[in-house]
């Protein structure tokens, strides 16, 4: 199994690349935030614990996190590929998944980081709105990544959503919290020699053509 990490600050287009990725490749898209905010939505306790602290916008404890990803990949076993979407997010949470590869006798093909800055991120989440059901993010006011009806999700229908922590405030935390814990990833990862850099940003589509040629060569 091909397995690719996405890292990258907030709204630097994670999701949206993975997207395409998923729908090119056939590989599955795999964003421990779908994963905590699905856990979140059930009514029990765990799902009102993570209410809280999503909203704080700083990371949720590696090891929730951990057991909603070992879960997923158990339902994907026989797919040609993943796309790791916000995981791993600190070097604890990178040397665990590295020893869940060598346990399943897999390699890490390639981190693509996602470059950009904090106030062409911050102008993304303005028009961001997600589905809830599936995860698709689109943008009102970025006419290349509108929804085809209004409000509406392309893929599977359900009505799109703003999301509860895409407002300036916690942006700005998600975005600190980036550069003090996910943000030294950069030089580990380039360490271990499969550190791919890419201008996210470019348009959508300028994007997706340097990561695809990044996909197409490992
Ligand atoms: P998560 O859901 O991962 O949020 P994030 O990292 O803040 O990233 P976003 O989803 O906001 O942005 P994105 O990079 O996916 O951009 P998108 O494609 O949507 O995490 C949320 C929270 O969950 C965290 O704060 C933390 O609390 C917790 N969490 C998650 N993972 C965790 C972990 N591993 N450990 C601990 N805690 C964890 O694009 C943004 C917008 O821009 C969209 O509207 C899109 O249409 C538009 N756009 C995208 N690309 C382009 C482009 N090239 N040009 C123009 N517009 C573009
Ligand atoms: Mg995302």
Same mark, same amino acid.
């Given at each position: 199994m091909k397995s690719i990490i996405l890292l990258a600050p907030?709204?630097? /287009?994670k999701g949206t690349q993975a997207d395409l990725l998923c729908k090119k490749y056939g590989f599955v898209h795999i964003s421990t935030g779908d994963l905590l905010r699905e856990a979140m939505h059930q009514n029990d306790e765990l799902g009102n614990s993570l209410k809280e602290q999503m909203q704080s916008g700083k990371l949720i404890g590696d090891a929730i996190v951990f057991e909603l990803l070992e879960n997923k990949l158990k339902t994907i076993e026989n797919a040609p590929g993943s796309i790791l979407d /916000?995981?791993?997010?600190?070097v604890n949470q990178a040397e665990e998944y590295n020893r869940l590869l060598r346990s399943k006798n897999e390699t890490l093909k390639a981190v693509i980081y996602l470059s950009i800055d904090y106030d062409t991120a911050l102008k993304r989440i303005v028009g961001r709105i997600s589905c809830p059901k599936c995860g698709h993010v689109y943008n009102d006011l970025i006419e290349s990544n509108?929804?085809?009806?209004? /409000?509406? &999700?392309?893929? &599977?229908?359900s009505s799109l959503e703003k999301r509860a922590d895409d407002n300036e405030e916690i942006f700005k935390v998600r975005f600190e919290t980036y550069l003090e814990q996910t943000e030294p990833l950069i030089e580990y990862y380039k360490e271990k020699g499969v550190l791919y850099e890419v201008?996210?940003?470019?348009?959508t589509n300028e994007v997706f053509q340097m990561i695809e040629s990044i996909v197409d060569h490992i």
């Open positions: 907030p709204a630097a /287009g /916000g995981f791993p997010r600190n509108q929804p085809t009806v209004k /409000g509406i &999700c392309n893929d &599977c229908q201008d996210s940003a470019l348009p």
